[in-house]
């Protein structure tokens, strides 16, 4: 990638440059930073006060435009943990930003957070301490939900039966809290770098995980997740219905792409035809429901749509996500007391 700077401290110089006495950090804590200067001092400062001390830290920025870059150098400059920033002049997107970030880790395990999340002091310890004392290739924690303002939102957790194999095939979803994601380097090792197709790098990561050596799921919170309404996710939830099926469109692509990567890991693990199946089953699925909700769109009529979306259960459960916001909660309860024996 071009227009970019790599920058780092003399701490982080003396563990990687030191041949006679191997004094590399056990963790690798990437930080993804993108225009977040109101909340990235607080999230570094987070990973400065992790009680776990062998950790070295790899900061990527993707071309902020505001002064998120001016505070990631200064605290490089200031941080007695080995430290260094990958700095670009553009954004390249989320896989290749990451890859690059782990292109330089050279630890036993990587944790990752977004730059506006924040950290509680026992997270890495408590990690370490799980995933060391298993088999488990990653490990997970509950949230502490906030608003962009710091405030209390709720706390909450994701169910271990959600972790297994089986239910990730049947659903078609990885339910992971990717702000608390660890997990051992062989995850990279063995399966490579993320491919650069992707929107993001959880599922990707938790699928692997969940397929070799499964995941840990620690129910206390670990971390503070900023939940922003600009976000992607926020956006999604306040558009009218016509331009909710447009972002769907949209993101299906990158939903193929993430179950084809599943297809990959499911060949290299050498898993049974069955699973290979349901992987296949899946991307004709989301193929199929693109093409159903372009057809929804050509026939601009409300009645028209409403009637389409009732047919079948893909339809029916998109419908769903659309009426669960609050200004539509009510709606919801409707749609959902008239399909209760169908929709799931």
Known sequence: MNGLKIIRNKVYDSCHNNKENDGKPLVSFIVLSFNNARYIEECLQSIENQSFK??????????????????????????PRPAMAILSSRNNGISKIYNLCLSYCSSAYIAHIASDDINFPERISKQYELLHNSDASMCIGGLTLIDENGKYIKTGSIARKFQALESVLSSGIVQVTSPTMMYRSDLVSIFGYLPENLANEDEALGFRAIAHGGIIVYDKPLVKYRKHLSSISGKQQ?????????????????????????????????ADNKSKSRVSELIDVLHRTRLDLVYVLRNNSNLTVFLIMLTTKTRRKILLNYLKNPARSFLYKIYKSINQFTIM
Do not use: M, R
């Open 54 to 79: 062998s950790i070295e830290i790899i900061i990527a920025d993707d071309g902020s435009s505001d002064s998120s870059v001016q505070i990631i150098q200064s605290f490089i400059e200031q941080t």
């Open 238 to 270: 306040i558009y009218n219905l016509k331009k909710y099926i447009e972002w769907l469109i949209d993101n299906i692509p990158f939903q193929i792409a993430n179950k084809v990567h599943w297809a990959s890991v499911l060949d290299i693990i050498k």
